[in-house]
């Protein structure tokens, strides 16, 4: 037996592994189309429980469908994206493809003093979510990360 039933990828798809339900990680790098890994810019993604806050300027929620986790833009920078995760030691490895087809892997490391406060809260124009000893804050002009 093959596919989802067996617990086997169908042809052509990689099983990942969902994000954790908390987590605070910085971006250690990107490569875009298959290039070198680059990091241009601090990137912060926090992680609560469904909620999630990229200091790139979006936020909303998450999902995993078994294969892939699902970013839905709720605030901020329109659109969704979803990516293939995979464990690398205590790292994150993130592979997936824009909806222009260009495609990117992405390196995430967790941050130090993610325990303690954990929440997520929106309004009309923003949403916030704290791990730990950092937020990130996120609305119509873009993201900003905040250590406390």
């Known amino acids: 037996m093959t596919g989802p039933e067996s617990?086997?990828?169908?042809?052509?798809?990689?099983?990942?592994?969902?994000?954790?339900?908390?987590?605070?990680w910085l971006?250690?790098?990107?490569?875009?189309?298959?290039?070198?890994?680059?990091?241009?810019?601090?990137?912060?993604?926090?992680?609560?429980?469904?909620?999630?806050?990229?200091?790139?300027?979006?936020?909303?929620?998450?999902?995993?469908?078994?294969?892939?986790?699902h970013f839905h833009h709720l605030t901020g920078e329109p659109g969704e994206d979803a990516g293939t995760f995979r464990r690398e030691g205590a790292n994150l490895v993130e592979r997936g493809t824009n909806t222009d087809g260009s495609?990117?892997?992405?390196?995430?490391?967790?941050?130090?003093?993610?325990?303690?406060?954990?929440?997520?809260?929106?309004?009309p124009d923003h949403h916030v979510v704290r791990v730990g000893r950092h937020l990130v804050h996120v609305d119509s002009r873009g993201g900003t990360y905040w250590r406390l």
């Open 103 to 123: 495609t990117f892997l992405e390196v995430w490391t967790p941050l130090s003093g993610a325990d303690g406060a954990t929440g997520s809260w929106s309004g």
């Open 7 to 24: 617990g086997a990828a169908p042809a052509g798809r990689v099983r990942g592994v969902p994000v954790p339900e908390r987590g605070a």
């Open 27 to 69: 971006r250690r790098g990107i490569s875009r189309n298959g290039g070198p890994l680059l990091e241009d810019r601090e990137v912060v993604w926090l992680q609560a429980g469904r909620y999630y806050a990229d200091s790139r300027g979006f936020a909303g929620t998450t999902s995993f469908d078994g294969f892939q986790v």
